[in-house]
């Protein structure tokens, strides 16, 4: 018989400890929730970088601009045809970059909604975006099996930077560590190409595949096989990367060596769909409803809980404040004061 041990109760959370087994989580309830912003299941958002607004777009067709305090609505970005499958704000937070499954890339500002650029070039629907720096170049990757780099002010595509023939389902861009070989450009870069020098871009790919990139130089600098298709992937640094599957895997890659994963974290077999670095550590999602956030100097594994078995789609934050989108149509916000 394995004992369990309550440790600690307080009014949002509960820490639980299984010391046969060497596990301790902590479950932290939600600080609040923002039920009344969509009317069915939401599938991205974003918070700006003051903390002030979040973004977020849902199967109702709508994408909306609120106060992050609050929920109180502040803007529809109304424009894309069909469903919004990923939105995010601009560094500044004043500006919105959303893809669709109408294969198109639109910029907005969030002061008044106003849709300032749209990118058309894609042949099928957007699944991810990136911002290059400040944003003068922005990234984006689709169900037709590429990744392209775009000018936002010229509203043209500076290049496709891979063609995979697979769905590529997420990316991200990160400085690359300065002792790997990125390559070089087989052509000279556009002017147009603003901070992609000394960068890598990551794929995670529907067929099972996690790319590594050369932003400006276009060529493969990895190519590492999983256990199912990746959903998503983050830089935890510049030399560390995390990586998710439809299976329940999450993969931590050091890019200078991907022949072997540093480690593999399995929490259920449900599909891994959000990864965000946070502090020192991430924060997931998967499709089962759970979200939990590890921490290197934590010995506990922190869960946000409420979600019951909906998949929470994505995670952002803002300092202490961590926000969740999930297929329940509820955005919860959650106080980690005491980390």
Sequence with gaps: MFSTWLLGLQKKSILISCPHENVSTKFLAPYTTFGRIHQKSITCLDISSGGGLGVSTSTDGTMKI?????????????????????????PSGLVVLSGGMDAQLKIWSAEDASCVVTFKGHKGGILDTAIVDRGRNVLSCSRDGTARLWDCGKSACLG???????????IAVGTAESSLNLGTPETAPSEREIGTEGKILLLAREDKKLQGVGLQSRQLVFLFVGSDAFNCCTFLSSTYILAGTQDGNIYQLDVRNTN??????????????????????????????????????LDYVLDLTEADCDPVYKVASWEKQIYTCCRDGIVRRYQLSDL
């Design 66 to 90: 609120w106060q992050a305090a609050n929920g109180e609505i502040r803007r529809l970005l109304e424009g894309h045809v069909y469903d919004v499958n990923c939105c995010r704000f601009f």
């Design 160 to 170: 496709v930077i891979a063609d995979c023939g697979s769905p590529v389902n997420g």
């Design 260 to 297: 072997a994963p540093i480690q593999v974290i399995h929490r259920s077999g449900a599909p891994v769909l959000s990864l965000l670095p946070y502090r020192d550590g991430f924060i997931a999602s998967q499709g089962d409803g759970t979200c939990f956030i590890i921490q290197q100097d």
